[in-house]
């Protein structure tokens, strides 16, 4: 996800009396977008991170409970995306989209998880994508790093269930941000542009904010008709492997 849609979502948590710990990597946009909270300094935290970095997760995951006690929810969005076929691309972008979308959640994830076994108590939402349910040409690394979100998801789901941790994965179509906007000049990422309409910002604010953290399901795919078609049309083409 990009900048938009969590900006998005964090409105609405505070619209709905969560208390929130926003963090980006960008410092000056991070306080700049939570300026009109300056006199929320009991709700509303920010702090600079940088999801690749373990120490800052450390950090923030500190700061958290330092300031209410103990960690509800982590919601894990940070999202990098660079069109391209895979002897196209520069090499240090298959690093930052493992970085970023994989390892970055991997480490926001523990540092949570610690935390949470130890209050017996919490919810991990992790940020995948259709494109880590049916394999995407042209977006390869994007759709490869979200295969692992999904597949680290589901199985730190069945270590933490009997810790009362709960875990869910949700899997997006594209959404109307500039990290889409970003591909329409990429012939190689056609196939993201298949779908009739794209999501907004607001409409997967509404479903985290609302079904997934009241039920705390395993799995959303959103909208749910693309999601089932994304499970059919890779399982067929699994199938035609052998």
């Not at 509303?44 to 373990?54: G, Q």
């Not at 540092?111 to 049916?134: C, D, K, Q, Y």
Request: aromatic fraction near 8%; charge should be positive.
């Amino acid at each position: 996800m990009c900048r938009r849609a969590w900006k998005k979502i964090a409105e609405e948590a505070f619209a709905a009396g969560h208390s929130i710990l926003i963090t980006d990597i960008n410092e000056k946009e991070l306080k700049k977008f939570a300026a009109p909270w300056k006199n929320e300094k009991d709700r509303v935290i920010v702090s600079k991170l940088d999801v690749t970095s373990p120490s800052d997760w450390k950090k923030v995951m500190d700061l958290a409970i330092k300031k209410w006690g103990k960690i509800d929810v982590l919601l894990n969005v940070a999202g990098y995306l660079l069109p391209g076929y895979i002897y196209e691309v520069p090499v240090n972008h298959i690093d930052r989209h493992i970085d970023i979308n994989a390892k970055g959640v991997m480490y926001g994830t523990r540092e949570a998880a610690t935390r949470m076994v130890a209050a017996r108590s919490g919810h991990i939402v992790n940020i995948a994508s259709l494109a880590g349910v049916a394999p995407i040409s042209g977006i390869s690394l994007y759709s490869t790093s979200k295969f692992a979100v999904r597949g680290f998801s589901l199985a730190i789901a069945q270590e933490l269930k009997e810790k009362n941790v709960h875990i869910t994965v949700v899997c997006p179509d594209a959404i109307k941000t500039p990290m889409l906007d970003l591909q329409k000049d990429y012939e190689q990422a056609s196939m993201t542009f298949s779908g009739n309409t794209f999501l907004t910002a607001e409409e997967v604010s509404k479903i985290i904010l609302g079904k997934v953290l009241s039920k705390k399901p395993l799995e959303v795919l959103i909208p749910s008709s693309r999601g089932i078609l994304a499970k059919i049309g890779n399982f067929f083409q699994q199938q035609r492997l052998f």
